[in-house]
């Protein structure tokens, strides 16, 4: 694994790879109780502004995600 210039919180390591996982969803929330101050590429606005166009033309078309997220699941058993 690459060396990170962050020093993580003591006992981090010893976490569960879903409590990981939980620890970083926090902070991601936190971060994104500000949304205007995160930075993003304007080709990444650009792409989302596209996939919005097409779901609004054809919004039947869309998968939910948790269904992507259960395909990918089955997959990797």
């Known amino acids: 694994m690459a060396e990170t210039y962050l020093n993580l919180p003591p006992g981090f390591d010893d976490l569960s790879k879903i409590d990981q996982v939980r620890y970083l969803q926090e902070l991601w929330d936190r971060i994104a109780e500000c949304p205007g101050e995160i ?39």
């Open 39 to 77: 930075p993003a590429p304007k080709s990444h606005l650009d792409l989302a502004e596209e996939r919005l166009r097409r779901h609004r033309e054809d919004p039947n078309a869309s998968v939910p995600a948790f269904d992507i997220l259960d395909r990918i699941s089955r997959r990797s058993k």
